[in-house]
């Protein structure tokens, strides 16, 4: 199983970015893919997550209506574009993979069994 984020970089507050999370194609069965963020000295933190089957899309408050999460399963990819960013917004973006089960909860970083390597987004005020 390969997950890999790319599209980090610098920004201005106020400023958009898209990242992209490519992912093994049997992924896009039936999985569950989440973007999470870890800042310097702060604990992982889930933001979004999309369900591969029926496309269902989840927010955590602090991106619900600034970050858009979506999916081209042509090309097997998770994408996460970030609006309206802001300086609390710089941390390491990671994506990542776990089979959908009902009732889940799924921004706990422990539930996720597929991890890809981390892209720095940095949010210049």
């Known amino acids: 199983v390969q997950l890999q984020a790319s599209g980090g970089g610098l920004v201005q507050a106020g400023g958009s970015l898209r990242l992209s999370c490519a992912a093994s194609a049997f992924i896009f069965r039936d999985y569950a893919i989440g973007w999470f963020r870890q800042a310097p000295g702060k604990e992982r933190e889930g933001i979004s997550c999309i369900l591969t089957g029926d496309g269902s899309t989840y927010y955590s408050n602090s991106v619900k209506g600034r970050f858009t999460i979506s999916i081209d399963n042509a090309k097997n990819t998770v994408y996460l574009q970030m609006n309206s960013l802001k300086p609390e917004d710089t941390a390491v973006y990671y994506c990542?993979?776990?089979?959908?089960?009902?009732?889940?909860?799924?921004?706990?970083?422990?539930?996720?069994?597929?991890w890809g390597q981390g892209t720095l987004v940095t949010v210049s005020s």
């Open positions: 990542a993979a776990t089979s959908i089960r009902d009732g889940l909860d799924y921004f706990p970083p422990r539930v996720y069994d597929y």
